[in-house]
C-alpha cells in the first residue's frame, strides 16, 4: 500500500519514496547549480557585457564551438574549406583529450602488474615477506615528492607523466588487492588444494578469480587520485593535454574554455567509472557485495 | 571423575560381533600434541596424546563440545597444521601439505562464489585431468562432456534439478550448497574424506536426507570418512566408529583428548532401523554422561576458579 507523500517523510528513515520522486531529486541539484550559475552570469553581465570570469551561454556555446572546431593556438591553422571531420580530427579539444587520454591508458595498464604484485604478496609468503615492508613504505613517499627525480630518470616528456601516475597510484592497489585477496576464506584455498590445484592454479584460478571485482572497484575508486597526478604532471611540463590547456587559459582568465573542460574532463572519469561498474556487473554476476 | 565415568562404561556389545577383517591403516596418528601460542610467551594445549589408527573404510564419528579441538583434528589430517609433537600419517605417508588425498568439506564457505554449482563440482576433475596448458585439446573437450554427463547424474542423486547446474551458489539455500560442496568431494573419488560439521547449519530434514545420502555414498565406495559434529544422535546413526574429544585441561599433563573411542553398535543395524533402536538413546545418554563429567571436571564450571586463576596451575 503506498500512502500520500507527507512532508515529515523527508527527515523519515521509513520513507519510502516513489521511482519518480527519486529519480527527479537525483536531478534537483544539478538544475539549481545551472540556475545559480545562470543568475549569477547575467548579473556580472548587466554590469560589464564583456565580462570573462563569469562567462554567459553565448560565451560558452563559442568557447565549446571553438574548441571542438579550431585547431590550439600553438598548431597551424586549418584551411577554412576543411570539412566536419577534419574539423574534428584537428582540434584542440581532441588533441589534448587523446593526449591525456594516452597517458591515462598507459598509466592504467602499467598498474596491472601492480595488481599482480599484490596478488603474489597475499598468496605466496615467501613475496610477501619480501615486498610487504617495502610497500608498505613506499606507500607513505607523497609521489608528487618525486616529480624532480622522475625528470631526471624519464626525462621531461611523456614518461616521466606516466610514471608519476603509476608510482602514485600503484602502492594502494597492490596493499588493497593483497588485503582483499588474503581476506579470501581459507577454507576456499585448502578446498581447492584438496581439489588438485597447485599453487598458481590457487592464485589465478580462486583468489583472483575471487577477488576481480572488488580490484576492480579499487580501480574506480583510484581513478580520480589517477587523474590528480595526471593533471599535476601536466601542469608542471606538458606541451598539450586537458591540464596543459587549463593551466594556459588560466593565465588569461579563459574561462570559457576552463569550464567547458573540467566538464569534460568530470564526464569522462564518470563514463569511464561508469564503463567499469557496468562491466563489473555484468563479468561476475555472482558478486555480492557486503 | 572422568576416570570414573570410563570405568563405569557400560557394556556396548549386545550384537554379537563381526569376524574382524585386517585392513589397511589409512590415517595413523601417533602421540600428536598441537600447542597455539597465547602471548607472553605462554602456550595453549589443544591437543596432546593423541594416538589414533584409522583403518580404510571406517567411518569414524568426532564428537565432542565446542573448543576442544575437533577442527584442529581434521586440520592435521588434511596437511593445514603440522603438529607440535608427533606425528600424522596418510596412506602409510606422512602429511606434509595440503593434497587431494583427502576431500574435504568445511561447515561453512564450502563452494567458488564465483563459480556455478556444475563449474564447481568439475573445478577438481579437470585439474586431476590436466593442467591448464592442456586444457585446448580436444581430448580434454571431450573428457569434459564426459565428465558433464557424469557430474549431472551425480548432483541429480544428490536431489538437484537440471535447472540448478547453472545457478551460482548464493542463489542456492544453504542445503544444496552442501550437497553441492559434497558432491563436489566426492567426484574425486578420494579415499579420505574429512567433513568438519558438515550438517549443522541445517534444518532438521534436510539433515536427515543427507544422512541418508553420505551413507549410501559410503556404503557404495567405502571412503574413509572422518565426520565432525556435535549431535550425538547423528553420530550414532552414521558413524562406524564414535570418538569423544574432551576439552584440554591445560595442566601441562599428558592426558589425552580421547575421551572415548568405541566401535558404534547401531553401525550393524540397517541404516534405516538405526533411528528406532531403543539402544539409540541409551548410547546416547551415556555418551553425554561422559562428556559432562569431562567437563566438570575442566573447572571452568567451578566460581572459586575464575576468583583466582592461578590455582590450576600446580
Ligand atoms: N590458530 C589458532 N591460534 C590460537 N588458538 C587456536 C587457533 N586455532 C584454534 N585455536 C584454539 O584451539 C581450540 C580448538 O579449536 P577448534 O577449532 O579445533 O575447536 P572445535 O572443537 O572445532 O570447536 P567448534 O566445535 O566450535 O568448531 C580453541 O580453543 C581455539 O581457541
Ligand atoms: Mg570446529
Keep these: ?177 593483497c588485503n582483499n585477496a588474503r581476506a579470501v576464506h581459507r577454507e576456499q584455498i585448502v578446498k581447492a588444494f584438496t581439489l588438485k590445484s597447485g599453487s598458481f592454479d590457487i592464485a589465478y584460478r580462486v583468489v583472483l578469480r575471487q577477488i576481480l571485482p572488488q580490484i576492480i572497484n579499487s580501480v574506480r575508486l583510484n581513478l580520480k587520485p589517477l587523474a590528480l597526478f595526471l593533471f599535476a604532471g601536466e601542469m608542471i611540463a606538458a606541451t598539450d593535454g586537458l591540464a596543459y590547456r587549463i593551466a594556459i587559459m588560466r593565465r588569461h582568465m579563459g574561462m570559457d574554455i576552463i569550464l567547458p573542460y573540467l566538464l569534460w574532463v568530470a564526464l569522462l572519469l564518470f563514463a569511464v567509472d561508469a564503463f567499469l561498474r557496468f562491466a563489473n556487473r555484468r563479468l561476475h554476476p555472482w558478486y555480492q557485495p557486503l | 571423575m572422568v576416570s570414573a565415568a570410563l570405568a563405569a562404561r557400560p557394556q556396548l556389545d549386545p550384537i554379537p560381533a563381526l569376524a574382524p577383517v585386517p585392513r589397511r591403516t589409512e590415517i595413523a596418528l601417533r602421540n600428536v600434541s598441537v600447542l597455539y601460542p597465547c602471548g607472553r610467551g605462554d602456550s595453549k594445549t589443544v591437543l596432546s596424546g593423541i594416538d589414533l589408527e584409522i583403518a580404510a573404510g571406517e567411518f569414524v564419528v568426532v564428537l565432542g563440545e565446542t573448543g576442544c579441538g575437533k577442527s584442529t583434528l581434521l586440520r592435521l589430517i588434511l596437511g593445514e597444521d603440522s603438529p607440535t609433537a608427533g606425528s600424522v600419517q596418510v596412506d602409510g605417508k606422512p602429511v606434509t601439505r595440503i593434497d587431494a588425498r583427502c576431500g574435504y568439506v568445511p561447515q561453512k564457505y564450502s563452494l567458488f562464489p564465483d563459480r556455478t554449482v556444475m563449474g564447481n563440482v568439475m573445478y577438481g576433475p579437470e585439474n586431476a585431468r590436466s593442467g591448464i596448458l592442456g586444457r585446448w585439446r580436444p581430448s580434454f573437450w571431450r573428457y569434459r562432456r564426459e565428465l558433464r554427463d557424469e557430474a549431472g547424474q551425480y548432483l541429480g542423486r544428490m536431489g538437484l534439478r537440471p535447472q540448478d547446474l547453472t545457478k551460482y551458489p548464493h542463489q542456492l539455500s544453504g542445503g544444496m550448497q552442501q550437497r553441492v560442496a559434497i558432491a563436489q568431494a566426492l567426484l574425486m573419488r578420494p579415499p579420505v574424506l574429512l567433513m568438519d560439521e558438515a550438517f549443522s547449519a541445517l534444518d532438521p530434514s534436510t539433515r536427515s536426507r543427507l544422512q541418508e545420502q553420505i551413507h549410501s555414498v559410503w556404503l557404495e565406495s567405502r571412503p574413509t570418512i572422518l565426520f565432525v559434529t556435535h549431535n550425538t544422535q547423528e553420530a550414532l546413526l552414521l558413524g562406524t566408529r564414535l570418538i569423544l574429544l574432551g576439552r584440554h585441561l591445560d595442566d601441562r599433563s599428558q592426558r589425552s583428548n580421547i575421551l572415548l573411542d568405541m566401535e558404534n553398535p547401531l553401525s550393524r543395524l540397517p541404516f534405516a532401523r538405526r533411528a528406532q533402536s531403543p539402544e539409540l538413546h541409551r548410547i546416547q545418554e551415556q555418551v553425554k554422561q561422559i562428556a559432562f563429567a569431562a567437563s566438570s571436571m575442566d573447572g571452568t564450571e567451578d566460581p572459586a576458579e575464575f576468583a583466582n586463576p592461578e590455582s590450576d596451575s600446580q
Design chain 1, 1 to 177: 500500500m503506498k500512502s500520500a507523500f507527507h512532508p515529515s517523510d523527508l527527515v523519515s528513515v521509513q520513507a519510502r519514496p516513489s521511482r519518480l520522486w527519486t529519480q527527479s531529486m537525483s536531478w534537483l541539484l544539478f538544475i539549481a547549480g545551472i540556475a545559480l550559475y545562470a543568475q549569477f552570469s547575467i548579473a556580472r553581465h548587466k554590469e560589464n557585457p564583456e565580462d570573462r570570469v563569469v562567462p554567459s551561454v553565448h560565451q560558452l556555446a563559442a568557447g565549446v564551438k571553438s574548441s571542438i572546431l579550431e585547431p590550439a593556438e600553438e598548431d597551424d591553422p586549418l584551411d577554412p574549406g576543411a570539412g566536419l571531420y577534419q574539423r574534428l580530427r584537428h582540434s584542440m579539444l581532441w588533441k589534448d583529450t587523446a593526449s591525456s587520454g594516452r597517458r591515462f591508458f598507459v598509466a592504467l595498464a602499467l598498474l596491472v602488474p601492480a595488481i599482480l604484485l599484490g596478488l603474489h604478496m597475499a598468496v605466496f609468503p615467501y613475496a610477501g615477506a619480501l615486498f610487504l615492508r617495502f610497500v608498505l613504505f613506499f606507500d607513505k613517499i607523497v609521489a608528487l615528492s618525486l616529480l624532480p627525480i622522475l625528470f631526471i630518470i624519464f626525462g621531461i616528456e611523456e614518461w616521466s607523466k606516466i610514471m608519476l601516475m603509476v608510482i602514485g597510484v600503484a602502492p594502494t592497489l597492490i596493499l588493497d588487492t
